[in-house]
């Protein structure tokens, strides 16, 4: 499908689908003016969107953004959210997903999770940057069926004033089949099989100084994660391990209008399954990517974005003249390697996207990013990082 036609279809859909938003949420207000505080504080906001990636192909989501604050008179608490979706893609992908992110009183505990399901064609290149660097097709036989899910998070308690401390989680299976010709050969798969569980426990330390975790305007974070797979609860056979560093900061350049950046790492060691190397293509780093190309022991990513909303000519029926569309571009540059000192390829990446204020401080996300031989159109809550 052409890169037009995705856009023509995706603006059609979205004119019907934001009107439908604004509609709900205008009669949501209207409502809580005779109701109690405890209903003014819950948001319900439905919505239909399509969205188009390397992996999933044309895929129309449905599904809803529910917000609450734990302490609906506490200004200085963000509003916990439960984004949750589910869609069908062209390529009879079926995509189920939950973001439950939660601040606890006074946002002295943290909980943020994140729960996938796809059952869905996939491809599997391989190990390392030179495979990954091979166009997908199927005569080149990287396709196979996925059928995975995935439950991963962590709980934090607030130390001091801006850091945190917590547990981390990840349980995860993936069931392969149908696979090709290369999988059957490939070292990987031989080694680890193509049905594969494990149970990943760590910790955390976090330093946290922004102004809004899920749309920062100012601030920063810096996260240190180490997790321990299999070691307590042995599913699988094989045993590793998962470091993860992630700096954050965001600059502050007019009112609404901020710099945002962003460099993350992972690095894995130990008996790692395929389906667990660390990789580039999610729709939080690299996007555009295809999800799972470029897989290896090390990654390493870095990614700048300039984030705009609009100001209205009149006055809003709040009383300012914020406007509830905005937009985005970003460039980004990552690696995969064995080891960091051999990471000798980069792979660029740059996008553009539409905001689209849904909730208070709380967006749609609407981006169209480009990579090498990729593309992908991608929607959902909040913004990437």
């Known amino acids: 499908m052409s890169f037009f036609r995705i856009i023509s279809l995706f603006i059609s859909c979205f004119g019907v689908w934001s009107g439908f938003c604004i509609s709900v949420g205008a009669q949501t207000e209207r409502d809580s003016l005779t109701s109690s505080s405890s209903v003014q504080n819950l948001m319900f906001t439905p919505y239909i969107a399509p969205s188009y990636s390397p992996e999933l192909e044309l895929m129309v989501t449905a599904g809803a953004l529910i917000s609450f604050k734990v302490q609906p008179d506490n200004p200085m608490l963000g509003r916990s959210s439960i984004p949750f979706s589910i869609g069908y893609s062209t390529n009879n992908s079926m995509s189920i997903s939950v973001f439950p992110y939660i601040y606890g009183k006074d946002d002295k505990l943290r909980v943020l999770s994140r729960f996938y399901f796809r059952d869905m064609p996939d491809n599997y290149w391989g190990v390392g940057y030179d495979v990954g660097n091979r166009t997908s097709s199927a005569d080149q036989t990287t396709n196979y069926h996925r059928r995975w899910w995935s439950l991963e998070g962590k709980i934090v308690r607030k130390v001091t004033n801006r850091f945190f401390v917590g547990l981390t ?51 920063g974070l810096l996260s240190v994660a180490f997790s321990e797979y299999n070691k307590i609860i042995n599913i699988s056979g094989y045993e590793f391990n998962k470091l993860t560093l992630d700096a954050r900061k965001y600059f502050p350049i007019e009112y609404r209008k901020t710099l945002a950046m962003q460099v993350k790492t992972e690095y894995a060691d130990g008996a790692v399954p395929w389906t667990e190397l660390p990789h ?63 990471m000798d390829h980069w792979l660029a990446n740059f996008g553009a996207g539409i905001r689209y204020e849904i909730q208070p401080r709380l967006n749609v996300r609407i981006d169209y990013g480009f990579g090498k031989d990729n593309q992908g159109l991608y929607v959902s809550i909040s913004e990437a990082f």
């Not at 059957?184 to 100084?209: C, P, R």
């Not at 090390?298 to 300039?306: K, P, Q, R, T, V």
């Open 169 to 219: 989680y990840d349980i995860n299976e993936t069931k392969a089949t149908e696979l090709n010709d290369y999988m059957k050969a490939e070292t990987y798969v031989k080694q680890y099989g193509a049905d594969i569980s494990n149970v990943g426990l760590g910790f955390i330390l976090e330093y946290d100084s922004r102004d809004n975790v899920q749309n920062a305007h100012k601030g």
């Open 280 to 342: 580039l293509g999610t729709m939080f780093d690299l996007r555009g990517y295809q999800k799972g190309r470029f897989r290896d022991k090390s990654m390493l990513f870095g990614i700048m974005e300039y984030r705009h909303m609009f100001e209205r000519r009149r006055i809003n029926r709040k009383g300012n003249y914020e406007s509830p569309f905005g937009v985005v571009g970003w460039i980004g540059l990552g690696s995969v390697a064995p080891a960091y000192r051999q």
